[in-house]
């Protein structure tokens, strides 16, 4: 556990991201014993409710199996150090209130030190007045003060300028902690091990070995009762302008001069300022539609009528540097697709023409979900008395290979870097403003801001997306593994 004193204050405590994520993140910590010794956590919203109401709900949310009575043991002491304070978020005797009870808590701390954590579990429309009024009225004069802030945002350039630069008039570079929470999953950190830590692999990455890199996500379900959010924003803004644009960043980087956050952020900084904007002519956009029994995007009553919102797109981006002149690197990302998966594909060239003819190519794939993985496909003589190859696998499966490991939700990662100051997994404000410089051409003709929007073409509900994926992919040299 972390010696310091530390408040976690989750604002937006009712929510849905506080319910799904944020709760049990912080439980799963301090069931691993990674919670700040004396932590208490305190839940802020504008549902009144006591403490006991607020107990109920948050043990609604933290799931431990029906003979762990352990677990109930766990759920039972982090109870015991969460309240609940309800307020507004825009008006300061609120924040106030909120502060006379962080001190009374802290009075009872044998150290001087008073930390505090706030987790902005809260929609984009109250983030700046929040986080304005923490910074007045909640701030922690003896200690150290963070803030976690997550997606949206901004939805372009500019609105994203705009909500930076407001965020920076009351929170440091150092105080804030802007999650993307691909970063926390555990084979997206591996990335950089795979990469730096193995000879054998840094030798071949580049364009002289590697045809193409598809960044693939994969969700078995629609938007079901997100269409509202969801459709203001798209899946690029959803997914690939964050989610997929960070791996892409990690796998394209140079090698960091170490592995502090800001060596390791200026590297991303740099590969991606060597993006030009998306063109046009390398986006497939998609919308689906029923089918299976299932119900297509413009069913769902919170999406509006003919929307052209694409819940389905593949982008290429190119890379400007003598390491990947000339490699596609094609982003995709769809709801309501046959599977859930989210990969890394990396396609390495042919081999030279002459003693081998339809031979495989070689692939690296690192599988972040789910059950995290990495293997290479390799041509391996077929056994027996004969010369032929065929394309076979070397696989770093990680259930087989490490049985007992225990794998972080991703959550449960970023969180207890923020605890440590440790802004490694973290966007920074650059990041941010290079990812969007990329993607907003795109967005606005996409939002129909230049002229009409394009219409996403239709795949039905479960399937492998577009028909026009195929041809897509082809028209950048992928080739599918020659079957056995
Ligand atoms: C979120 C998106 O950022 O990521 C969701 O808003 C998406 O639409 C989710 O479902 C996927 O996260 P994960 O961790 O389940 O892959």
Redesign the pocket.
């Known amino acids: 556990a972390l010696k310091d004193n530390t408040v976690i204050v989750v604002l937006g405590a009712s929510g849905d991201l506080a319910k799904k994520k944020t709760y049990p993140a912080l439980f799963g910590l301090y069931r691993m014993g990674f919670l700040p010794r004396d932590v208490k956590i305190v839940g802020y919203a504008r549902t009144k409710m006591d403490d006991a109401e607020y107990h109920k709900r948050i043990t609604s949310y933290l799931k431990v199996a029906d003979d762990d009575a352990e677990g109930k043991a766990n759920i039972e002491q982090f109870k015991a150090f969460s309240s609940y304070v309800s307020g507004g978020y825009e008006d300061a005797p609120s924040f106030e209130n909120l502060n006379k009870v962080l001190e009374d808590i802290e009075s009872k701390y044998q150290s001087k030190e008073r930390n505090r954590l706030f987790y902005l579990a809260l929609p984009p429309s109250v983030f700046i007045p929040v986080a304005q009024h923490l910074r007045q009225q909640v701030y922690s004069k003896d200690g150290k003060n963070r803030i976690i802030v997550e997606?949206p945002f901004g939805k372009d350039l500019e609105s994203c300028r705009v909500l930076l630069g407001s965020l920076k008039q009351h929170w440091t570079e150092d105080e804030t902690f802007r999650i993307d929470?691909y970063l926390g999953k555990e084979m997206v950190k591996n990335i950089l091990v795979l990469r730096f830590a193995n000879i054998a692999m840094g030798a071949a990455w580049d364009k002289n070995s590697i045809s193409n890199v598809q960044v693939t996500f994969k969700?078995p379900f629609g938007t079901e009762g997100r269409g509202g959010y969801f459709d203001e924003f798209g899946i690029i803004r959803?997914?690939l302008q964050n989610?997929l644009l960070q791996v892409l960043s990690i796998i394209a980087m140079e090698r960091p001069v170490s592995f502090s956050a800001e060596d390791i952020r200026d590297e991303k900084v740099k590969v991606l300022r060597a993006i030009p904007p998306i063109e046009r002519s390398d986006t497939l956009l998609g919308q689906y539609v029923a089918a299976n029994g299932k119900p297509g995007y413009l069913d769902d009553d919170t999406v509006p009528p003919n929307s052209v919102c694409p819940t389905y797109a593949a982008t290429t981006l190119w890379i400007h540097n003598p390491r990947w002149e000339g490699v596609p690197f094609i982003l995709k990302a769809g709801k309501a697709l046959n599977e859930a998966k989210?990969e890394v594909r990396i396609q390495f060239k042919d081999v030279t023409q002459g003693i081998f003819k339809d031979i495989s190519r070689n692939e690296l794939v690192i599988r972040i979900?789910p059950s995290e993985a990495v293997y290479l496909k390799l041509n391996t003589k077929t056994p027996g008395l004969n010369t032929r190859a065929i394309p076979t696998e070397m696989d770093l499966t990680y259930k087989r290979r490490f049985t007992d490991a225990k794998i972080p939700e991703?959550y449960e990662a970023l969180i207890l870097d923020a605890l440590r100051g440790d802004h490694s997994n973290f966007v920074r404000d650059d990041e941010l403003d290079v990812a969007w410089k990329i993607f907003t051409p795109i967005l606005h003709w996409i939002d129909g801001k230049n002229g009409p929007a394009p219409r996403p073409v239709p795949y039905p509900y479960g399937s492998r997306g577009p028909k026009e994926l195929e041809s897509f992919i082809g028209k950048y040299g992928y080739k599918r593994t020659v079957p056995d």
């Open positions: 997606k929470h969700e959803d997914i989610h989210v979900q991703a």
